[in-house]
């Protein structure tokens, strides 16, 4: 007997756990993973800056015209991991269409990856498509002053930097604070000096490397943050998160912290998908942080 959608998927998810940083496992998973009712994709591929890679997706509520008019949604920019060096946006729309299902407008962004840029290049594109989202995301009936900045491993990494360092936003010419919070999944936000071949391609170069790590350059006023991990993780190790939320909380940040037993570092992620929810609470803690900021 065939396989269901749902079986394929937990068959899927089982055999790339180990191997998530694979965009073509990735993309299998996606292409087999049940769709959530209830969202869909708005704008697909929809420039944000001049490089090929500046492209983003947008998922919104599937709901009418005038629902979207009366009632602005939050919004959730989601920057994807990869090791700073792979990755592609059409492989995380289960990410998009799980949160927009539950009613947060997300965008999803491509970045330039290792070797094209090297730190912060990657950094630097999140404050571009966030830019772009301030501008243009009340036309999909989401609120520009409800943004959350959201990634998974080295995207939760980027979302942390431009969440606490408010001179990359500067940069691309906003003002203020335009973050609503920050999400972030199993990040690694305390890992110099570099010893992983990934990260010393991505930031060896950089010249004051403390610089680099979010732990060193939390601040006072940082919006606030929901850190989650599954103590399972052995990718990026728990106490990344752990440290993070340590330091932002003497800062004053307030701080969800979140541990998934038994979860690992695919885990986190794979648990938004609609098959494996039962794993972990992922998607409804991320939802009631954002709905609730």
Partial sequence: MPASPSRRALLTAGLLAPVLS??????????????????????EGVSYGPDPRHKLDVFVPDESAGARAAKRRPVALFIYGGSWNSGARADYAFVGRALAAR???????????????????????????????????????GDPARLFIMGHSAGAYSAAMLALNPAFTRDV???????????GLAGPYDFYPFDVGAAREAFGQWPRPQETQPVSIARRGAPPAFLAYGTEDTTVLPRN?????????????????????????????????????????????????????
């Fill in 22 to 43: 694979s965009c073509s496992a990735l993309g299998v998973f996606n292409a087999v993973t049940p769709a959530d009712s209830g969202a869909r994709l708005a704008a």
């Fill in 103 to 141: 009613g947060i407008v997300t965008v999803v962004m491509d970045y330039r990856l290792v070797p094209q840029v090297r730190y912060p290049g990657f950094v630097e594109d999140g404050a571009l498509a966030t830019r772009w989202v301030k501008s243009e995301i009340g036309r999909f009936g």
């Fill in 173 to 183: 010419g906003l003002r203020g604070a335009p973050y609503r919070g920050l999400v």
């Fill in 241 to 293: 998160s752990r440290k993070l939320a340590e330091v932002l909380r003497s800062l004053g940040t307030r701080v969800v912290e979140r541990a998934y037993p038994g979860v690992s570092h695919a885990g986190i992620l794979l648990a938004l998908s609609k098959p494996l929810r039962e794993r972990a609470p992922v998607l409804d803690d991320v939802v009631a942080f954002i709905q609730g900021g």
